[in-house]
């Protein structure tokens, strides 16, 4: 049957939130008056005899997720995640959903979209009285049920690819790290099958579509370069230079950061990519990172972490990179080809994340990049953010062990700024107990012995109870509240 009119693309021309009066369109602000959100229950297991469905539309009965329920997590993803991964339209997504056709492709991507979120901001929804009622898990299950029935490997569209993309993010956060790389392989699949990767596809497209497609493929081309590296894959989607240009249009507080942190990812691909560095290329790549200017604080607070945060882990690499090439000095002064310039790195890491709170740091987007660790990353699942920062304390423990009087000459106390990193990783909300030996024999290397770098259950300084889960409880009634999590916009 043809595709009725209000199923057809639309995740374009995402609005700029509004924040009138700082609470999220369509929720109630009174829990009092606000309805219970109904328990879920799983959809029946497809018969395995009955064929898939070749369309997009399934029967009612296989829609099990309330439309409330999806709505107040589309509302969270729009509001704070929408910075990080700018490609789906919440306005359009939930226009789809309400339409009686029962969109399987709509359907399948808002489920998927919700779970990614909650998984990554570590949110529980409950319903009045404490039972909890959203459970992502049951949100992928249904996502899995869902496109058995409708065959969607057989025809690739933009919702299928973005619906595998977030079924990555949320395997992830859940460490299930094969069935995440099978799903991110998927969606850059489907990405090639669309030809996403070719400047033929833009050539007879609109404005809007073109810009969506292209921030699809550079989320992509981060996000692999990120899950490769960490977990030592071979990449398979290349930069076409070719592409039409990102354009940030009439959401310069959404998009500029995350065209920003493109930009930073191409110099670091140019630069890998390359053989053969002198010190005058190696200088000229350290000096295009650092032109890429910090971001104001009216920016969410999201982007400007992973701007920030990864524009110091590339010059960290930059650094590794001078060693292969160059003889470094042992002048401070030289720089980034200064044998002590990852103790420069440190203070500036140290002195920016001063101006995040430790949920941005936790909350971090998947599209930020990852290190490799010999004998680490192979055997210690951590978020990306926590292993960026472990690899900032490693280098600069090499860096003390190596040449002990390195802080006496910077002046920039090395030792206390690997304390600072050690403090800062055992309060990750749920991170990685792994991690914390392996510093903690570190500082034992550096001389600096403490029996334990204890694990902090919860080191919120704005929102003060935490369940027994160590993740933040949604309602209805305070949605809205969230002032540890600043809007995607400002009024």
């Given at each position: 049957?043809?595709?009725?009119?209000s199923?057809?693309p639309?995740?374009?021309?995402?609005?700029?939130?509004?924040?009138?009066?700082?609470?999220?369109p369509?929720?109630?602000?009174?829990?009092?008056?606000?309805?219970?959100?109904?328990?879920?229950?799983?959809?029946?297991?497809?018969?395995?005899?009955?064929?898939?469905?070749?369309?997009?539309?399934?029967?009612?009965?296989?829609?099990?997720?309330?439309?409330?329920?999806?709505?107040?997590y589309?509302?969270?993803?729009?509001?704070?995640?929408?910075?990080?991964?700018?490609?789906?339209?919440?306005?359009?997504?939930?226009?789809?959903?309400?339409?009686?056709s029962?969109?399987?492709?709509?359907?399948?991507?808002?489920?998927?979209?919700?779970?990614?979120?909650?998984?990554?901001?570590?949110?529980?929804?409950?319903?009045?009285?404490?039972?909890?009622?959203?459970?992502?898990?049951?949100m992928?299950?249904?996502?899995?049920?869902?496109?058995?029935?409708?065959?969607?490997?057989?025809?690739?569209?933009?919702?299928?690819?973005?619906?595998?993309?977030?079924?990555?993010?949320y395997?992830?956060?859940?460490?299930?790290?094969?069935?995440?790389?099978?799903?991110?392989?998927?969606?850059i699949?489907?990405?090639?099958l669309?030809?996403?990767?070719?400047?033929?596809?833009?050539?007879?497209?609109?404005?809007?579509?073109?810009?969506?497609?292209?921030?699809?493929?550079?989320?992509?081309?981060?996000?692999?370069?990120?899950h490769?590296?960490?977990?030592?894959l071979?990449?398979?989607?290349?930069?076409?230079?070719?592409?039409?240009?990102?354009?940030?249009?009439?959401?310069?507080?959404?998009?500029?950061?995350?065209?920003?942190?493109?930009?930073?990812?191409?110099?670091?691909?140019?630069?890998?990519?390359?053989?053969?560095?002198?010190?005058?290329?190696?200088?000229?790549?350290?000096?295009?990172?650092?032109?890429?200017?910090?971001?104001?604080?009216?920016?969410?607070?999201?982007?400007?972490?992973?701007?920030?945060?990864?524009?110091?882990?590339?010059r960290?690499?930059?650094?590794?990179?001078?060693?292969?090439?160059?003889?470094?000095?042992?002048?401070?002064a030289?720089?980034?080809?200064?044998?002590?310039?990852?103790?420069?790195?440190?203070?500036?890491?140290?002195?920016?994340m001063?101006?995040?709170?430790?949920?941005?740091?936790?909350?971090?987007?998947?599209?930020?990049?990852?290190?490799?660790?010999?004998?680490?990353?192979?055997?210690?699942?951590?978020?990306?953010?926590?292993?960026?920062?472990?690899?900032?304390?490693?280098?600069?423990?090499?860096?003390?062990?190596?040449?002990?009087?390195?802080?006496?000459?910077?002046?920039?106390?090395?030792?206390?700024?690997?304390?600072?990193?050690?403090?800062?990783?055992?309060?990750?909300?749920?991170g990685?107990?792994?991690?914390?030996?392996?510093l903690?024999?570190?500082?034992?290397?550096?001389?600096?012995?403490?029996?334990?770098?204890?694990?902090?259950?919860?080191?919120?300084?704005?929102?003060s109870?935490?369940?027994?889960?160590?993740?933040?409880?949604?309602?209805e009634?305070?949605?809205?509240?969230?002032?540890?999590?600043?809007?995607?916009?400002?009024p």
């Amino acid at each position: 049957a043809p595709r009725p009119p209000s199923a057809s693309p639309v995740f374009f021309n995402e609005s700029r939130p509004s924040h009138d009066n700082g609470s999220l369109p369509g929720i109630d602000q009174n829990p009092r008056s606000s309805p219970a959100i109904p328990v879920f229950f799983r959809s029946p297991i497809p018969d395995p005899e009955e064929e898939p469905s070749s369309g997009n539309f399934i029967g009612p009965r296989h829609r099990r997720i309330p439309m409330k329920s999806l709505e107040v997590y589309l509302d969270i993803y729009h509001h704070k995640m929408y910075p990080i991964w700018p490609v789906v339209d919440k306005s359009a997504l939930v226009a789809r959903l309400r339409q009686p056709s029962d969109d399987a492709e709509a359907y399948a991507l808002a489920a998927a979209v919700c779970a990614a979120t909650a998984t990554q901001l570590q949110l529980v929804f409950a319903v009045s009285g404490g039972d909890i009622s959203l459970d992502p898990a049951t949100m992928i299950t249904e996502v899995q049920e869902i496109r058995t029935l409708i065959d969607y490997q057989e025809t690739p569209t933009r919702e299928r690819l973005l619906t595998s993309f977030f079924l990555h993010v949320y395997y992830i956060h859940v460490e299930k790290r094969n069935r995440s790389s099978f799903h991110l392989r998927e969606s850059i699949t489907f990405a090639q099958l669309l030809n996403l990767h070719r400047e033929g596809h833009y050539s007879d497209l609109d404005m809007d579509t073109i810009q969506h497609d292209l921030r699809i493929y550079w989320l992509l081309f981060i996000t692999e370069r990120a899950h490769a590296t960490q977990y030592d894959l071979p990449t398979t989607l290349q930069l076409n230079p070719r592409l039409p240009p990102m354009d940030e249009g009439e959401q310069p507080l959404l998009l500029s950061p995350f065209i920003g942190l493109c930009k930073l990812f191409e110099v670091f691909h140019s630069a890998s990519s390359e053989s053969g560095h002198s010190r005058e290329t190696l200088a000229a790549l350290h000096q295009q990172l650092q032109q890429i200017p910090p971001l104001p604080r009216q920016y969410n607070d999201l982007q400007r972490a992973d701007v920030s945060i990864t524009q110091q882990w590339m010059r960290l690499m930059f650094w590794k990179l001078s060693m292969s090439h160059i003889v470094l000095s042992m002048d401070p002064a030289d720089g980034s080809q200064s044998f002590t310039f990852p103790v420069q790195v440190a203070r500036d890491v140290l002195s920016n994340m001063t101006t995040f709170s430790m949920d941005t740091l936790e909350a971090h987007g998947q599209g930020m990049v990852t290190i490799l660790l010999p004998d680490v990353n192979s055997e210690v699942d951590a978020g990306p953010q926590e292993m960026k920062l472990f690899e900032f304390a490693n280098t600069l423990a090499d860096v003390i062990v190596c040449i002990p009087s390195a802080e006496n000459s910077m002046h920039y106390h090395a030792q206390d700024f690997l304390l600072h990193f050690a403090n800062v990783l055992g309060s990750f909300r749920g991170g990685n107990n792994a991690l914390l030996p392996l510093l903690q024999k570190r500082l034992a290397d550096c001389g600096v012995n403490i029996p334990a770098i204890p694990r902090c259950l919860d080191v919120t300084n704005e929102f003060s109870e935490s369940d027994s889960a160590n993740s933040i409880v949604v309602t209805e009634g305070n949605v809205s509240d969230y002032d540890w999590y600043p809007a995607a916009s400002v009024p």
